[in-house]
């Protein structure tokens, strides 16, 4: 046998271990039922994070736990396209070489993006592999290839045919630098100072009356379509019903009353531009007003609606030069500096603008009454439960989803125009050409739609998808629905939710039963991470310090539900430590030649001491079979620490120190060989390693039948034996604190007196 160094170093055996590991990450024949973990599948582009870390940790732990017991377990792994993100990425690639990414045709374009993939996507699935992760990498899914592809396409054809997608000009977030609609996912609001601009509006056919309005964004107003007041408002009751007139164009509009204006705001007087502000979008539906677009895609002022000054020139410039206008003409009343939010692309960096626009979306209201159902019946639990209120309040306030993008990477929408504006939405070019010879036109007739899916349409489908789906396939037969998905709390809506409206729409069946919504992690102060404030902490950085156990172990240590992590290197220390600890009593078993890997079913017990350590061991087996049952993942690491360090070092192990029991050396061995097999699925590294070189066996991945099993253990002898060890803290207590005093004598006298085996080991552990 070989002897394990003196000193812990992951770095000496973590990639051995994991490459000699790899083909045990598949899933196996079993009678004992399935396990499915869905991957989030982290973007193309991505890189390993904490966030990643937290997660990705957490699911191994579960994946290898259940795949230990017994079960087919599944940890279904892949790589989302992330189509802004990617598209973002290549783009400035292609500037670093001189080229416009304009000027490439759609078609060059995408060959660049698989290119640049094939070449540097995918980096992240080396890290999890670098963290532990024991997913079946062959087994990966993306979400651009090709039997994904066939996949959202009969998915979207099939939401068209049953009227649950539409095409409509709707009020959208508008990214001028990428030219696209994005997600409120994709927005970060930055509390920002802001200047409020009161104008005034002249009345009509009134001599010199005026109304003033105040607006953060007065070169909107070409845009406006009424002036709104709240109806008890007696400053303005006289003005509803008239009209009043935008300055430097002349075009009337109407004064309206309507609940919604805050009195006590600004002026009181609110500009209503429907196409530029989502909540005069409600109020322009309301009143059945214009809508008029004065910002086109780039973020220039439109020329059909506004003044000369001011045409085709950009939004940040024509702010400035209309206030200044305004102010030469006097029709600024004042300025009043402001706090307000601000929405950015947190892609772009570009401020967000309301847009009018035709887009794709989906209906899902219905979807959502039967998704909320769901949960509220049970069904699907989440864990900790507060998330449950975060998702029915989203899912009870549901809007249709906007699922366009108006960029080139991405699943493009299988919709096809006809000369006339007739659509044909069908799953290829042949299906639709069929389609449209029915109405009389030919195939080249028609042209596609240029827009491409939301990225969360494809990834709404991944529980089933990955699967196999629309075929019926056998994995999918075993492995859904599946078991538990992890994820972070900021997609319960933009993913969780939409897996769960998809799932039942196609699947007839929910997509899992739990969801187990991890905490953000947070430097040690408790501030979120941030490259600006230089706190970000690099999961691989700290792999290469102290090894991929020591993070992982502290990962799952900090996981208290409900409350944030607040990560730092000091923790890790510790749990550095505590695997220290582990590493230094397999040492000195080896050095006793302890024989490892007996089961301890087989094993007669005699010794009260012997009993006592297994029935702590089977009580740590109970303990972290609960503890995974109920996500608590910071409970199993406690239990694994209190075991190894309280009830096998601080005391077991002494006792063995200065003798030769046989049958005690063979308690000790099968104990420390199921105590690894314990703790396998949180340091899976340093287990495994010990495990081959201690000759228990050549890995703990898979199921086995060495765990202390049914074996009976005697209440009576456990309770005796914990009393005594109870004695012995007092005595070393006492002992450290106050030297060989008179109690600490009095102690050592209650030790001498213990009758039977126990009064053998005194000597060797006071």
């Keep these: 046998m070989k002897l394990l160094d003196k000193t812990y170093d992951p770095s000496q055996f973590e990639k051995d271990v994991y490459n000699r590991s790899i083909a045990w990450f598949y ?72 080229i416009d990414v304009n000027s490439l045709t759609r078609e060059e374009l995408i060959e660049r993006i698989l290119e640049w993939k094939e070449q540097s996507g995918g980096k992240i699935f080396d890290q999890q592999k670098a963290l532990g992760c024991s997913a079946p990498w062959s087994l990966s899914r993306f979400t651009m290839d090709k039997q994904f592809c066939e996949a959202v396409n009969e998915a979207f054809v099939a939401l068209y045919e049953d009227n649950l997608i539409f095409r409509a000009k709707r009020l959208v977030n508008w990214d001028t630098k990428l030219q696209t609609a994005i997600s409120d996912l994709e927005i970060q609001n930055k509390e920002e100072e802001g200047i409020l601009w009161y104008i005034k509006y002249n009345i009509v056919d009134s001599s010199g009356e005026f109304i003033t309005v105040a607006t953060t964004r007065p070169e909107t107003m070409f845009g406006d379509a009424a002036v709104a007041v709240h109806p008890d408002d007696d400053r303005y009751k006289n003005f509803v019903g008239k009209q009043v007139i935008i300055p430097y164009t002349n075009r009337k509009i109407p004064v309206i009353a309507d609940d919604y204006v805050d009195r006590n705001k600004g002026s009181g007087c609110l500009k209503i531009t429907p196409a530029h502000d989502f909540n005069d979008f409600i109020i322009g539906q309301r009143h059945n007003l214009e809508m008029i677009t004065v910002l086109d895609v ?75 159902k769901a949960v509220e019946e049970g069904q699907i639990k989440f864990y900790p439960a507060k998330w449950e209120n975060t998702y029915f309040d989203w899912m009870r306030n549901i809007e249709p989803w906007c699922i366009s993008r108006q960029i080139v990477w991405g699943h493009r929408i299988p919709a096809w125009y006809g000369p006339n504006g007739e659509v044909f939405v069908e799953k290829n070019e042949d299906d639709a050409a069929l389609a449209a010879a029915k109405c ?28 196999g789906w629309p075929e019926q396939t056998e994995k999918l037969a075993k492995y859904y629905p599946t078991s538990v998905l992890v994820t972070g709390f900021d997609i319960i809506f933009f993913w969780v939710a939409r897996m769960i409206m998809m799932s039942q729409y196609f699947m007839k069946e929910i997509p899992f039963k739990n969801v187990y919504i991890h905490a953000l992690v947070r430097d040690e102060k408790g501030q979120k991470m941030s490259k600006s404030k230089g706190n970000v902490i ?76 297994i029935a702590k061991l089977k009580k740590l087996v109970r303990d972290i079979e609960q503890n995974i049952r109920d996500y608590r993942f910071d409970y199993a690491t ?74 009976t253990t005697s209440e009576e002898d456990e309770k005796e034996v914990d009393k005594f060890v109870e004695l012995v803290h007092e005595v070393r207590s006492e002992k450290q604190a106050n030297g060989e005093s008179d109690e600490y004598t009095l102690l050592c006298e209650k030790l001498k007196a213990w009758p039977g085996e126990l009064k053998n080991v005194i000597g060797i552990v006071v």
């Design 27 to 98: 899933p196996t024949n079993s009678a004992n039922g399935f396990y499915t973990v869905l991957m989030p599948p982290p973007n193309v582009t991505g890189s390993l994070h904490m966030g990643h870390a937290l997660t990705y940790t957490i699911q191994d732990i579960l994946i290898r736990y259940n795949r230990q017991n017994g079960l087919s377990a599944l940890w279904q792994p892949g790589m989302d396209h992330a189509g802004i993100a990617t598209q973002m990425v290549v783009s400035r690639e292609l500037e670093k070489e001189g």
């Design 298 to 372: 780039v973020g220039h002022m439109v020329p059909e609606y506004v003044p000369e000054f001011l045409k085709c020139i950009y939004l940040k410039k024509a702010r400035n030069l209309l206030v200044r206008k305004l102010k030469e003409d006097e029709l600024l009343v004042k300025e009043e500096k402001i706090l307000h939010s601000v929405p950015y692309g947190d892609r772009s960096g570009t401020v967000i603008e309301p847009r009018l626009t035709d887009q794709w979306f989906i209906e899902t209201s219905s979807l959502a009454e039967l998704a909320i």
């Design 440 to 467: 009389g036109f030919s195939v080249e007739q028609l042209y596609r739609e240029t827009d491409v899916l939301d990225t969360w349409f494809s990834s709404a489908l991944w529980p089933f998808v990955t699967l």
């Design 538 to 613: 690099d999961p691989l950085g700290i792999m290469n310090e102290f090894g991929a156990d020591a993070l992982r172990f502290t990962l799952a240590f900090l996981s208290v539900p409900g409350r944030d992590v607040k990560f730092g290197k000091e923790q890790v220390k510790i749990s550095r430590n505590f695997i220290t600890k582990i590493w230094n009593a397999a040492r000195f078993l080896q050095f006793k030649e302890i024989p490892f890997g007996i089961k301890l079913s087989n094993t007669k017990i005699t010794s009260k001491l012997g009993n006592w350590v």
């Design 638 to 711: 406690r239990n694994i620490q209190f075991f190894l360090r309280d009830i096998f070092c601080d005391f077991f192990i002494e006792t063995i120190k200065f003798q030769d029991d046989g049958e005690i050396l063979a308690i000790a061995g099968g104990v420390f060989s199921d105590f690894l097999r314990i703790t396998n699925p949180f340091l899976p590294f340093v287990t495994d390693h010990l495990a081959k070189v201690l000759g228990i066996c050549d890995s703990f991945v898979l199921a086995n039948d060495g765990v202390v099993g049914d074996i």
